[in-house]
């Protein structure tokens, strides 16, 4: 998995669905945040880094699920094969009751991503990534609110609106990076409406081609841009820290969509980043909300 579209990851690394752990994070839950994410990190590791086979990815992921199965039955983990990861991790599952479901599907999500790297499976369409994303993305978000006590249905769907949103951008953001390790979300029908091949998305296309694959990636942008604005006010009904969170995290991803839209969108061909430099903007969007609305404000 690729690096993150949200601005928030730098204290704690890079895992690409873990917005937070930031200065913002209250103290009193910081310990389970950096325990979920030292746990994700290490998952996706296992999936993504190194030599190994998919054969033998797929087996440190079901040794790694052993091991979680066992950490939230309570059983002692000291003699797990991943000690710092499942230490701290035991210690805020009991401290904050986290759901172990959530902790399981994240792991599905990395054991589906190595056997679609093996295959070279093309998502059918933007329905089949959504799946996808309630097993990589929404998990965390779930996670978060839960340390935050936020527990009803309709934070829930917006948390998830949000996380599904980021990990769309971070795929169109990421399509030279994912395509070269053998990852494909660019979904099928979109690419068939074009008449285009994942082949199409390179720098030697004919000006034609990559006219339609900036089609095909303007489409997609704007698909994760309305579901950011669905799940947006949740940043502004949440008191607190947790709040202006929520908010610069929406911003990180609503920032790199205009960055994308800046290049018309040929972001195969350049990748797009938010830098310190876009801070301050950021900041007075989060402040304002001033650009959560439909129409893509100027830069």
């Known amino acids: 998995m690729s690096p993150s579209a949200s601005p928030m990851t730098s204290e704690v690394g890079h895992y690409e669905n873990f917005p937070v752990a930031s200065w913002l994070c209250p103290a009193a839950i910081r310990p389970a945040v950096v325990a979920?994410?030292?746990?994700?990190?290490?998952?996706?590791?296992?999936?993504?880094?190194?030599?190994?086979?998919?054969?033998?990815?797929l087996d440190q992921l079901l040794a790694y699920r052993a091991a979680l199965a066992q950490c939230l039955s309570g059983q002692p983990h000291e003699a797990a094969r991943w000690p710092q990861v499942f230490g701290p991790l035991a210690r805020a599952i009991e401290h904050h009751r986290l759901p172990g479901a959530l902790l399981h599907d994240l792991l599905s999500a990395f054991e589906q991503d190595v056997r679609h790297t093996a295959s070279g499976h093309v998502y059918a369409d933007t329905a089949e990534?959504?799946?996808?994303?309630?097993?990589?993305?929404?998990?965390?978000?779930?996670?978060?609110?839960?340390?935050?006590?936020?527990?009803?249905?309709?934070?829930?769907?917006?948390?998830?609106?949000?996380?599904?949103?980021?990990?769309?951008?971070?795929?169109?953001?990421?399509?030279?990076?994912?395509h070269a390790r053998g990852r494909h979300y660019l979904p099928a029908d979109a690419l068939q409406r074009q008449g285009l091949r994942l082949e199409d998305f390179s720098a030697g296309a004919a000006p034609e081609v990559q006219a339609r694959c900036q089609k095909v990636v303007c489409r997609l942008c704007e698909e994760a841009r309305t579901l950011m604005l669905d799940g947006a006010p949740l940043a502004r009904r949440i008191p607190g820290r947790a709040g202006w969170e929520l908010r610069l995290v929406v911003q990180g991803g609503m920032r790199i969509l205009?960055?994308?839209?800046?290049?018309?969108?040929?972001?195969?061909?350049?990748?797009?980043?938010?830098?310190?430099?876009?801070?301050?903007?950021?900041?007075?969007?989060?402040?304002?909300g001033a650009n959560l609305s439909l129409r893509r404000p100027a830069d």
């Not at 746990?39 to 990815?57: C, I, N, V, Y």
């Not at 340390?147 to 030279?176: E, K, M, P, T």
């Not at 205009?258 to 402040?287: E, N, T």
């Open 36 to 57: 979920i994410y030292h746990f994700a990190r290490t998952a996706d590791d296992l999936a993504d880094e190194g030599q190994a086979s998919a054969s033998e990815r």
């Open 129 to 178: 990534l959504l799946a996808y994303c309630r097993l990589s993305a929404n998990p965390v978000g779930r996670l978060l609110l839960h340390l935050y006590g936020i527990h009803d249905d309709a934070s829930l769907r917006q948390s998830d609106a949000v996380c599904s949103a980021l990990q769309l951008i971070n795929f169109w953001q990421d399509i030279s990076v994912d």
């Open 258 to 288: 205009d960055k994308m839209a800046a290049i018309d969108h040929r972001s195969w061909l350049q990748r797009p980043s938010v830098g310190k430099a876009d801070l301050p903007l950021m900041l007075w969007r989060a402040l304002t």
